[in-house]
Nanobody, 119 residues
Framework: QVQLVESGGGLVQAGGSLRLSCAAS????????MGWFRQTLGKEREFVAGIRWSDGNTFHADSVRGRFTISKDNAKSEVYLQMNSLTREDTAVYYCAALTKIGVRPAYWGQGTQVTVSS
């Protein structure tokens, strides 16, 4: 079992920045690829970014590349999502997830954290 706890969401003005954090714990969580997903009402949950614990390789969705950056801190067992130049379209619930690899359905989810971007 892997436990994921997100933090750092909130309200921010368009053009601003936020950093989300995800604390990971549990059995062999470092074997997983960590990802951030987001979901808005009426839409499917979409992939935002991913990072492999093993080698630090990162992956970013086209919609956020150049604005969002995923990173990790091995010592703290935490994964981060730095979000810059936020727009109203980035408003969503953001979820941390543990995947066996990019492109597959996550095995574990966090509880989600709300990000609201105001104009």
């Amino acid at each position: 079992q892997v436990q994921l706890v997100e933090s750092g969401g909130g309200l921010v003005q368009a053009g601003g920045s936020l950093r989300l954090s995800c604390a990971a714990s549990g059995r062999a969580f470092s074997r997983y690829t960590m990802g951030w997903f987001r979901q808005t009402l009426g839409k499917e949950r979409e992939f935002v970014a991913g990072i492999r614990w093993s080698d630090g390789n990162t992956f970013h969705a086209d919609s956020v590349r150049g604005r969002f950056t995923i990173s990790k801190d091995n010592a703290k067992s935490e994964v981060y999502l730095q979000m810059n130049s936020l727009t109203r379209e980035d408003t969503a619930v953001y979820y941390c997830a543990a995947l066996t690899k990019i492109g597959v359905r996550p095995a574990y989810w966090g509880q989600g954290t709300q990000v609201t971007v105001s104009s």
